[in-house]
DNA sequence: CTCCGTTGTTAAATCGGATTAGCAAGTTGC
DNA sequence: GCAACTTGCTAATCCGATTTAACAACGGAG
C-alpha cells in the first residue's frame, strides 16, 4: 500500500545509534541498560519522523500479533451480532488489539477453513461465538489453543464460555409481574422449552422458564399455561390469536423473545385488547423493536455489548484460561407493557 | 498460540532439496525451473507435514498481507452493518483475503487511531464505510492509500465509492403505485430532506424523493404533500396522526423509511384505517420489521450485502482504482402493503 | 576437446523488528 | 596499580518466508 515506511532503523539512523539501541529505547525495557540521553533522542528521532513500528515485522519474532480472530456461525441474524462485536472490539481496542471478524454461516467446512485462515495470520486468541445459547463442538484445529467461547457451552472443551444469566432474567420477569399485583391469569409463549425447530431455544428457553416458574411458586403466583411456538413473530401471532380464539382471557403474558411479543402485540390488538390495560406483557431479549413497540415492551434485555467485552476482556488477561463458564446479568428495562391485572 | 508450528524448512528438510526449492514448488511459479520429481517430493512432504505457510512471515516480504481494513462510524444501528460485513467477508473469502473489521464511533481521533492500528498491521486497502449515505471527510492518513468509500461520497478524494442507486428506487416506488392505479392522494413522509438532526438523508432522501417525484410527474400523477421528519418509529407516528387529526385522508404513503412505515402502521391502525384497503403504503430499505409487519410491508431493499460485495471485489481488482461512483440498484419487494386506490 | 547455453538447484540476502552475546570505557575495591 | 564490576552500547542472529545471484552438470556446436 504505497510509499516506504519509516522504519527503525531510519530512526536509529537519525538519533546516531544503532538499531539495537532505538529498539530497546523505544520498547521502554529496563533491563537493558540505555542512558536517558540516547533514549531521548531516539524517543525524540521517532516523534519527527513519525515512526509507527511494523506490527507484522514485530510479530514474526515475538510470536504475539496484537489480533484476535473472531468466528461465529452468523453475524447477521438479529439477536445478536453488532452489539457483541462492538463490545468486544472496545475491550480489544483499549489494550491495543485488532479482530479479524468471521462467519462460517453454520458450515463445518467453512468453519475449518476460517480457523485455519485465522491461524495462519498468528492470532493469539480464538472467541468462537454462536448467535443463540446453546452447545457446540468447536472445530479440531481449536483443540489446545486459546479460545473463549461466547454465547456458547461446549463440555469437554477445555476453555472459557460466556454466557448471559438467562435463569436470573427468567427470576426476574416473575418478579416483575408479582410487583405490579400479577398472581393468576398468566401465560408463558414461546416456552417451555423450545420446538425442535428452534434449537435456538434449548438452553435461553429452559433456563428462563425454569426462573420463571421458580419466582412465581414461590411468590404464590401461578402459570395458567405454556405455549410452545418458534420464536418469531408470525408464531407469536398465530398462536396467542388461537389462544384468544379458544376462550382463554390471560392477564399476563411472558413471551420468550421480542419477536413473539410483537405477534402477542398484534393478536391482541386484533382481538381489540389492549397492553398493559388488558394485558401485561414482559419479554426478553430488548432487541430495536421492543422500544418502539406501542406501548413500549418491558423486557429482559441481552447483554450483548458485556459479552463481547467480557469475552476479549479474559483473553487479554495473562497467563492461561481457566474453563469457567461467566454468567452475564441481563438488565430489565422497565417501559410501558406491564401494568395492574384487569378487573376480573 | 502454542505449539510449533511446521516450517517451509521442515518440508524442505523432509523433501531432502533446499528451502529454496520448496518455496518455488510451493509457490508454484513458472519462471523459476524445478523437476517434476521435486516438485512432487515438497508437495508431498507438504501434506504430510500438514504444512501450512506463515501469512505473517511472508507478508513481511511481499508487502502484501491479503488482509483488508473496514472502518465504519458505527457498525451497530440498524439500517446497515451485518448484511454488508458479511457481503464483504464473503468476497475476501474467495480470494483468501481476511477482514479486519472496526468502528469508530464517529470520533475523529478514534478514527485516525484505528487507521493506523490497521497500517501498522500492513493492510492492503481500506474499506471506509458509513452507515448512512452522506459526505464525508476520510483522515489525512488514507490519503494516497488504496480506499474504497462504502456508502459514502467524499468529493475530492481519490477513491472509488460504492452507494445505493436511491435515485433510481425513488422512481421504482413512483411505478409500483402508479402500476396500482394511484395518481392523487399520494403523501410523502420524511421527505423532502431530511430535518438536520437527520443528515442520514441528505442524500438518500434527496434522491429518493427526487426519483419518486419525477416519475409520478410523467405518470400524470399528483403528490398532495411532503411531510418532513426524523427518520424514526415515533416521528413517523406523531407526524402521521396530526396528518390524519388534521383531517387529511391519503390513499398511499410513501415512507422514506421503515421505520417511519412502522410508525405510520400504528398511527393508521388507531385511527381505524386498514392497510392497504383505506391507505397504501411503499417504502424504503427492507429491515427486518418490514416482513413482519402486518400487512407485510412494500419496500425498496437497501442491497447492504452487494454493496459489502462490492468494495471488496473492486479492491481485489488489479491495477490502480479509479475514483468513479458505482451505483447498486435496490431490488423492490413486493409484499402485501399496496393494494388499489380507495374508491374517493 | 573446448566453449557456450540450458536446466535444476542452492547459498545468501532481504523484509523490519526483537533478542542474545559480547565489547569498550569507566568505577570500585584492596 | 591492577583485577573485578558496572554501565552503555552494538554486532550478529533469529523469526519464516521470498527472491536474487550464482553455481554445478549436461548437451550440442564448432
Given at each position: 500500500?504505497?510509499?516506504?515506511?519509516?522504519?527503525?532503523?531510519d530512526?536509529?539512523?537519525?538519533?546516531?545509534?544503532?538499531?539495537?539501541?532505538?529498539?530497546?529505547?523505544?520498547?521502554?525495557?529496563?533491563?537493558?541498560?540505555?542512558?536517558?540521553?540516547?533514549?531521548?533522542?531516539?524517543?525524540?528521532?521517532?516523534?519527527?519522523?513519525?515512526?509507527?513500528?511494523?506490527?507484522?515485522?514485530?510479530?514474526?519474532?515475538?510470536?504475539?500479533?496484537?489480533?484476535?480472530?473472531?468466528?461465529?456461525?452468523?453475524?447477521?441474524?438479529?439477536?445478536?451480532?453488532?452489539?457483541?462485536?462492538?463490545?468486544?472490539m472496545?475491550?480489544?481496542r483499549?489494550?491495543?488489539n485488532?479482530?479479524?471478524?468471521?462467519?462460517?454461516?453454520?458450515?463445518?467446512?467453512?468453519e475449518s477453513?476460517?480457523?485455519?485462515?485465522?491461524?495462519?495470520?498468528?492470532?493469539?486468541?480464538?472467541i468462537?461465538?454462536?448467535?443463540?445459547?446453546?452447545?457446540?463442538?468447536?472445530?479440531?484445529?481449536?483443540f489446545?489453543?486459546?479460545?473463549?467461547?461466547?454465547?456458547?457451552?461446549?463440555?469437554?472443551?477445555?476453555?472459557?464460555?460466556?454466557v448471559?444469566?438467562?435463569?436470573?432474567?427468567?427470576?426476574?420477569?416473575?418478579?416483575?409481574?408479582?410487583?405490579?399485583?400479577?398472581?393468576?391469569g398468566?401465560?408463558?409463549?414461546?416456552?417451555?422449552?423450545?420446538?425442535?425447530a428452534?434449537?435456538?431455544?434449548?438452553?435461553?428457553?429452559?433456563?428462563?422458564?425454569?426462573?420463571?416458574?421458580?419466582?412465581?411458586?414461590?411468590?404464590?403466583?401461578?402459570?395458567?399455561?405454556v405455549?410452545?411456538?418458534?420464536?418469531?413473530?408470525?408464531?407469536?401471532?398465530?398462536e396467542?390469536?388461537?389462544?384468544?380464539?379458544?376462550?382463554?382471557?390471560?392477564?399476563?403474558?411472558?413471551?420468550?423473545?421480542?419477536?413473539?411479543?410483537?405477534?402477542?402485540?398484534?393478536?391482541?390488538?386484533?382481538?381489540?385488547?389492549?397492553?398493559?390495560?388488558?394485558?401485561?406483557?414482559?419479554?426478553?431479549?430488548?432487541?430495536?423493536i421492543?422500544?418502539?413497540?406501542?406501548?413500549?415492551?418491558?423486557?429482559?434485555?441481552?447483554?450483548h455489548?458485556?459479552?463481547?467485552?467480557?469475552a476479549?476482556?479474559?483473553?487479554?488477561?495473562?497467563?492461561?484460561?481457566?474453563?469457567?463458564?461467566h454468567?452475564?446479568?441481563?438488565?430489565?428495562?422497565?417501559?410501558?407493557?406491564?401494568?395492574?391485572?384487569?378487573?376480573?
Amino acid at each position: 500500500m504505497s510509499e516506504r515506511r519509516v522504519t527503525m532503523a531510519d530512526v536509529a539512523r537519525r538519533a546516531g545509534v544503532s538499531p539495537t539501541t532505538a529498539s530497546f529505547a523505544l520498547s521502554g525495557r529496563t533491563d537493558m541498560r540505555i542512558s536517558d540521553a540516547s533514549r531521548k533522542k531516539v524517543l525524540e528521532a521517532a516523534r519527527e519522523l513519525g515512526y509507527r513500528p511494523n506490527v507484522t515485522a514485530r510479530s514474526l519474532r515475538t510470536k504475539s500479533t496484537q489480533t484476535i480472530g473472531f468466528v461465529s456461525d452468523r453475524i447477521t441474524t438479529t439477536p445478536f451480532a453488532g452489539d457483541v462485536i462492538r463490545g468486544a472490539m472496545e475491550a480489544a481496542r483499549e489494550r491495543d488489539n485488532l479482530l479479524f471478524i468471521t462467519e462460517a454461516g453454520g458450515d463445518r467446512d467453512a468453519e475449518s477453513s476460517l480457523v485455519h485462515a485465522l491461524l495462519d495470520r498468528q492470532v493469539d486468541a480464538v472467541i468462537y461465538a454462536s448467535m443463540f445459547t446453546r452447545y457446540v463442538t468447536p472445530p479440531k484445529e481449536l483443540f489446545g489453543r486459546r479460545v473463549v467461547l461466547l454465547n456458547c457451552l461446549a463440555p469437554g472443551f477445555d476453555a472459557p464460555s460466556v454466557v448471559p444469566d438467562e435463569l436470573e432474567a427468567g427470576r426476574d420477569a416473575a418478579r416483575a409481574l408479582l410487583a405490579a399485583g400479577h398472581t393468576e391469569g398468566i401465560w408463558a409463549i414461546g416456552g417451555h422449552q423450545a420446538v425442535p425447530a428452534t434449537p435456538e431455544g434449548i438452553i435461553a428457553g429452559n433456563e428462563r422458564m425454569r426462573g420463571l416458574e421458580e419466582v412465581l411458586r414461590e411468590g404464590g403466583a401461578r402459570l395458567d399455561g405454556v405455549v410452545e411456538c418458534d420464536w418469531d413473530t408470525r408464531d407469536g401471532f398465530r398462536e396467542v390469536s388461537a389462544l384468544l380464539a379458544a376462550g382463554h382471557r390471560p392477564r399476563a403474558l411472558v413471551c420468550l423473545t421480542d419477536r413473539v411479543s410483537m405477534g402477542a402485540y398484534q393478536a391482541l390488538g386484533e382481538a381489540g385488547l389492549s397492553v398493559p390495560g388488558d394485558v401485561s406483557v414482559v419479554s426478553f431479549d430488548d432487541q430495536d423493536i421492543a422500544a418502539v413497540l406501542r406501548p413500549a415492551l418491558t423486557t429482559l434485555k441481552l447483554p450483548h455489548h458485556q459479552l463481547g467485552r467480557l469475552a476479549v476482556e479474559l483473553i487479554l488477561r495473562r497467563g492461561p484460561l481457566e474453563a469457567v463458564v461467566h454468567r452475564v446479568p441481563m438488565p430489565l428495562r422497565e417501559r410501558a407493557s406491564i401494568g395492574a391485572p384487569a378487573a376480573g
